[in-house]
C-alpha cells in the first residue's frame, strides 16, 4: 500500500482513461501496490456524478477500516450492478442529456424518413424509445397516432422525458445505496436537491424573461403571473387552509365528527430503518413512486367499499414522505356519527389488506386519532402537515427533529422526483368553480352571483353549501364551468379539446376569459425576442397565463392570506 501524498502521484501510468475524480483522490493510498484497486473505483467513478461519488467514497473508506479491503470493494460491486440495470449513464449533467435528447430525436426523425406506414413507424419509434426505458405516448385522450409521432421527434419531449427517467432511476440508486435517510440526506438525496434547485433557477430565468401580451395590448412577465398563482407558497397554503377550515366550519354546523387516519407502506417498501439508519433486509427496491401507486389503489378500493354503503367523505389527504423517502398518508376525514365505526374499519381493513400480518403492522402500518372539537381545532392539526410540507413556515421542526424550512425544500424535491400529488381534497364541489368566479369583477345574477359572493370573500363553507354541501352526492344547484371545443391544435397537431371560458349554470353564464394571448420568450440581449410555441401542458405556462388573465390580474387569485394560520394550536 503506497503513501505518496497525491500532489506527487502520476495518475496516468495506473492506465486510467480520465482523470481521476475527487472521490478516487479520497481514496489513492487503499488497495494493492500494483494499482488494480484503483482501476476498479476508477471504472466506477467515472458512471457516477461527482457529488454522488464522494460520499460513496467516504462509506467506502469506513468499510475498509471497520472491516476490510475485500468488503469495501464488494460495496462497490453491489452499486455497480445497480448501475448496469439502467439504460442512462448517472454521470450526464444537464447539457448532456439535452444533447443525448436532440440526438434522440433526430434519429427518430431519420426513423420516419424511411417509412410511409404510420403504423410501423409507431411500432418502430416506441421500440427505439423502449430502448432508453422510456415509453412512447399512448393513441388515448385526443392523442392521434400523427401526433403521437411527432412527440417521439420532438426534442423537448424527449428532454422531459430524459430528464425525469434519468433523475428517478439515480435517486433510486442513492436511496439503494444508503444515501436517503435519517442519518445522510432526510427525504431526498443531496443531489435530488441540488438538481430540483438548478431546475426551480432554470425555470425562473425562462419566466422572467417569457412575457404574455393580448389584443388590449395588456403584458405581463409569465414570472409575475407564477407569483400570483398557487405555484407561489403563501397563496398555495392559504387555499388549503381556507378549504379545510371552511370543511372543519361546516362539520361543525351539521353535527359531523372529524378522524384523522395514518396509512403506511408494507415494510418491504421501506430502504432504511428510522432509528439507526441501518438497511431493511426486508426492502424490495420499491421506489417512492411506486410505492405511492400501493396507497393510491388502496385508497380507490376503500372510496369504491363506503360508496358501495352510500357513506360519503369529505376532507383532505396530505402525503408526505418517511426519511428514506418512502411516503405515508394522513387524510382528515368528516363524516355522520353512526358511520364512524364503519368507516374506521374499512380503512383499518384496506390499509392492512397487504403483509397485514406482519410483525408490528397493526401498531405501525394504520393510526387513527378521532378529533374534539372541545380541545382545539381540527385545522389546526392538519395544519402542520400542510406547512412542513410546503415551505415550513409558522413550524420549528419537522417530526424528525430537523429544521421545518430546510426540511421543507427536501419535501418539495422528493415531490419533484417522484411526481408526488402531495394535496388532494375529496368531496366538496369543484375547485375549478371556485377559481373561475374568483376572477369575475361583476357580480352574476341569481345563485351563481350567491356563489361569486362567497368566493369573492373567501368563504368557503358558505360556497360549498350554496352548491348544495360536502358530500358529493349533495352537489345539485347545475353550477359547473363554462367550457367550448377547440379545433386549434397545438405544436403536435392535436386539438386544444375543451377550453374553460367562465362558469355557467341554467341560462346564465359568466365569462372569465376574453383575451387571446400571445407567448414571446425575449432572452436577455435581444430587444426583438423570439415567439416561442410552448406545448399545452408542457411548461405550465398555459395553467399561469389561465390564471394571470382577464379581471382576476387585481389580485391574488386565491387570496387568502397568512392569516388563515395565525393563533392555531398545532396539535
Known sequence: MTSSPISNINYRKYQMTEEPTKAEKMLWDIGVPSGEDRIFRHVFFQKVPERVGVPIAKEYKVLFEKSSLREANQYLLRLDEELRKKPLRFNLTDSDICDFSAARARACENIQSRSNNNQKLYAALSDYASRYGISAPLIDKGKTLGSVINRLCDERWWRTKVRRIHGRNLEAFLIQAGFVRKQRGIYASDEAVHRNRQKDLRNKRVLENTYATNESGDEFSMLELSERSISNPRIRRGELMTRISGFEEIAKDIGDVCQLYTMTCPSRMHARFSKSGMPNPKYDGTTPDKAQKHLTDHWALIRTSLGNKGIDLYGLRVCEP???????WHFMAFMKPEEEKIITETIRKYALAVDGDEPGAKDNRFDVVEIDWSKGSATGYIAKYISKNIDGKYIEEDSYGKDAVESSERVKAWANKWGIRQFQFFGGPSIGIWRELRRLAVCPRGILGDAFEAADNGKWAEF????????????NTGIALLKVYSDKPNSYGEPLGYVVLGVTVGDISAVTRFYTWTIEYRPPGNSFGDLIDFPRGSSGIDEKLEQGSS?????????????SMENLSFG
Not at 322 to 328: E, I, V, Y
Not at 466 to 471: C, T, V
Request: hydrophobic residues 25%.
Open 464 to 475: 360549498v353549501m350554496i352548491l348544495g354541501g360536502p358530500r358529493k352526492s349533495d352537489i
Open 322 to 328: 418517511h426519511h428514506d423517502g418512502t411516503p405515508h
Open 551 to 563: 379581471a382576476g390580474i387585481k389580485r391574488d387569485f386565491h387570496g387568502e392570506s397568512d392569516r
